[in-house]
């Protein structure tokens, strides 16, 4: 399973920066504070009073949408390392499911090493990157428990071929077959 991207991780907590930076900043920007000289031109304490909340009001109204904006850029970096979780867990599921087919494949015991089969078969069915790697476990698996006698009479000299995976049954798991010569 791959990491998230680094320049993914940067991304986001550089995002991040900059918007809480503009949270901070940009209201001061758009709507500055009054000085002291335009609050002395104002005749009463009552009149700057309210003048000074009105700026605040101002600014708190251009901080709304850009804190908006720093909670949805925080619900998608958790999204995003929720799914990364998902992935990562599947993964070892795969892989926990996978050694413990190839276990039973080696028992001694003919139950057993069918339901390792058909784990195998399982796991191709879900797994893409799999596939490949179980087929060849499984041709060698054939080969080395299920010889076929070369030159005997009543078998004629095996000859390997590999079937389309079109053409064969289950799910892509193409398993050696043999044609007489």
């Known amino acids: 399973m791959q990491r998230p991207a680094n320049w993914l991780i940067v991304l986001v907590i550089t995002g991040t920066l900059a918007l809480l930076?503009?949270?901070l900043v940009l209201p001061r920007l758009l709507y500055p504070p009054l000085s002291s000289a335009q609050l002395q031109?104002?005749?009463t304490t009552k009149e700057r009073i309210e003048l000074q909340q009105a700026q605040s009001a101002l600014q708190n109204d251009a901080r709304t949408p850009l804190l908006q904006?720093?909670?949805g850029l925080l619900l998608v970096a958790g999204v995003i390392a929720t799914w990364q979780q998902v992935l990562i867990g599947r993964q070892s599921q795969i892989t926990e499911r996978?050694?413990?087919?190839?276990d039973q494949l080696g028992s001694d015991k003919l139950d057993v090493r069918l339901g390792g089969i058909f784990a195998l078969e399982r796991i191709a069915k879900n797994?893409?990157?799999?596939?490949?790697?179980?087929?060849r476990i499984l041709e060698t698996f054939v080969r080395t428990h299920a010889p076929w006698p070369a030159g005997s009479r009543e078998s004629p000299q095996?000859?390997?071929?590999?079937p389309s995976t079109s053409n064969s049954p289950g799910y892509g798991i193409a398993l050696l077959t043999f044609r007489p010569a």
Do not use: L, N, Q, W
């Open 21 to 23: 930076a503009c949270v």
């Open 41 to 43: 031109r104002v005749p």
């Open 69 to 71: 904006g720093v909670g």
């Open 98 to 102: 996978f050694t413990r087919a190839i």
């Open 127 to 135: 797994s893409k990157v799999d596939r490949e790697p179980i087929t």
């Open 158 to 162: 095996p000859h390997p071929t590999r």
